[in-house]
């Protein structure tokens, strides 16, 4: 990875390459926890424990992007949702920068190439009362797996880049080209951009405007995904014809 393209302070002026790591994020928790400073990256060519959101397991063989980068914001617990689609954003555009592959978004934060899933984003908080302390955005993506390095259910859904494009991917540049979106969007979002990040979100969304079965934890409901609102909640209309604002949740595509 080029670091000559990053100052320090920057997203990604450190860099800690790791051949086998449990969890990325696991790393970057601990390295929060004590003086490593904002924009430190933790990156793994394997990673044995891998943690998804709602405490699904993230499977991600050699081959793969494993990253966690560490975050030091000055954002409202509430804002923290903006930072996770940012961060969605800006990994979706240098995914199609450097192959070429449209990368939809579903809502929140999972990465998908014609209804399959490319990737994905778990961001984890340090919280002291209501002052956010820092943030690790563990980012997921198959870059270089092939059908052999999942189980068959679970390549059912999944893709890779290599399995869209037809060749190896090189992860460095991937990395490089992720890592600069994603410093251009958090300075969007630290610096009064939200609304374009809101914008560029839907445009490249792959859950407005279809029908979805989402699952809160509490309830599962079944409805229209009509909009994201300026917190980056998804807005659904119901069968009952009631909207409801969703803060949360496990998003299914319906036919």
Same mark, same amino acid.
Do not use: Q, Y
């Given at each position: 990875m080029d670091k000559g393209k990053h100052f320090e302070g920057q997203i990604g002026s450190h860099v800690i390459s790791l051949k086998t790591a449990d969890s990325t994020n696991s790393i970057a928790m601990e390295l929060g926890a004590g003086d490593a400073p904002h924009g430190t990256v933790v990156v793994a060519s394997r990673q044995t424990m891998g943690r998804g959101r709602l405490g699904r397991l993230w499977v991600s063989p050699k081959g793969?992007?494993?990253?966690?980068?560490? !975050? /030091?914001?000055?954002? $409202?617990?509430?804002?923290? /949702?903006?930072?996770?689609?940012?961060?969605?954003?800006s990994c979706a555009q240098? !995914?199609?920068?450097?192959?070429?592959?449209?990368?939809? %978004?579903?809502?929140?934060?999972?990465?998908?190439?014609?209804?399959?899933?490319?990737? =994905?984003?778990?961001?984890?908080?340090?919280? /002291?009362?209501?002052?956010?302390?820092?943030?690790?955005?563990?980012? *997921? %993506?198959?870059?270089?797996?092939?059908?052999?390095?999942?189980?068959?259910?679970?390549?059912?859904?999944?893709?890779?880049?290599r399995a869209e494009t037809? $060749?190896?991917?090189?992860?460095?540049?991937?990395?490089?080209?992720?890592?600069?979106?994603i410093g251009f969007w958090y300075g969007m979002l630290t610096t009064g951009g939200r609304e374009c990040i809101l914008n560029e979100w839907r445009n490249l969304s792959s859950t407005l405007g279809r029908k979805i079965r989402i699952s809160t934890g509490k309830?599962?409901?079944? =409805?229209?995904?009509?909009?994201?609102?300026?917190?980056?909640?998804?807005?659904? $209309?119901?069968c009952? *014809?009631? /909207?409801?604002?969703?803060?949360? *949740?496990?998003?299914?595509?319906? $036919?």
């Open positions: 793969n992007i494993s990253m966690s980068i560490l !975050l /030091r914001p000055t954002l $409202r617990p509430a804002e923290l /949702r903006l930072l996770t689609l940012s961060v969605a954003v240098a !995914l199609k920068k450097v192959t070429g592959v449209h990368i939809g %978004i579903k809502w929140p934060n999972d990465l998908m190439v014609s209804g399959r899933k490319l990737g =994905g984003i778990l961001t984890e908080t340090k919280l /002291r009362g209501k002052r956010v302390i820092f943030v690790v955005v563990g980012i *997921g %993506i198959n870059v270089n797996s092939d059908a052999n390095d999942f189980s068959p259910e679970l390549w059912r859904t999944a893709t890779s880049l037809g $060749r190896e991917v090189p992860k460095d540049i991937l990395m490089t080209e992720m890592l600069d979106r309830e599962t409901l079944k =409805g229209f995904a009509e909009a994201l609102d300026c917190e980056g909640n998804l807005v659904v $209309r119901l009952s *014809g009631a /909207r409801k604002v969703i803060s949360a *949740g496990a998003v299914t595509m319906v $036919r």
